[in-house]
């Protein structure tokens, strides 16, 4: 019976924490703008918030994503599974540097979009062939996942007349 309760208060208290709690591990997004989609006269209004986000492991690249936010009651509480549709644009800012190493699809931003089912992960890869940087955004769930996604891709170009340009393939792991 005690673990029982402890359950349910553990399931209480994450009830609380709000729908955007990001992961520890991923750099924080940069608010930029929002944009009312649906006027609430008793609750909290519906939106499409964009957010900026420079690549940990990638100097001078940003990505601006733009997330819906349900609103009403259970969206402030945290309780509204969020939507799927999230669209992405990813650029070039500056030279481009690569910082570290990465995997094919390595996560760097995951934000969970429901009480405990649905995650947003935005996924670096490298094209190889072409020395492009592609990005990807979706959202999963626990039982099923969702096919609606985004994607952006930045060709990597010297910047401003600066020689050659580095080659994505020499920062991919390999098995």
Not at 40 to 57: E, F, N, Q, T
Not at 120 to 146: M, P, W
Request: hydrophobic residues 40%; contains cysteine; proline residues 6%.
């Amino acid at each position: 019976m005690k673990r029982i309760m402890k359950t349910f208060l553990a399931a209480g208290a994450l009830a609380l924490l709000p729908a955007s709690v990001v992961a520890a591990d991923f750099p924080e997004p940069d608010f930029i703008f929002k944009v009312r989609t649906v006027f609430r006269l008793l609750s909290p209004d519906a939106y499409i918030r964009v957010y900026g986000i420079d690549d940990p492991k990638v100097e001078g690249v940003a990505c601006h994503f733009a997330v819906p936010e349900i609103g009403g009651w259970k969206g402030w509480a945290g309780l509204a599974e969020e939507r799927s549709e999230v669209s992405l644009a990813c650029r070039q800012v500056g030279p481009i540097r690569f910082k570290a190493k990465f995997e094919q699809g390595e996560a760097f931003y995951e934000e969970r979009r429901s009480f405990l089912f649905k995650k947003l992960h935005l996924v670096r890869a490298c094209d190889e062939k072409r020395n492009v940087l592609v990005y990807l955004t979706y959202s999963d769930k626990l039982i099923e996942g969702s096919p609606k996604n985004s994607v952006s891709t930045v060709p990597i170009i010297p910047w401003g007349g600066s020689g050659e340009a580095p080659r994505c393939a020499d920062f991919v792991k390999k098995d």
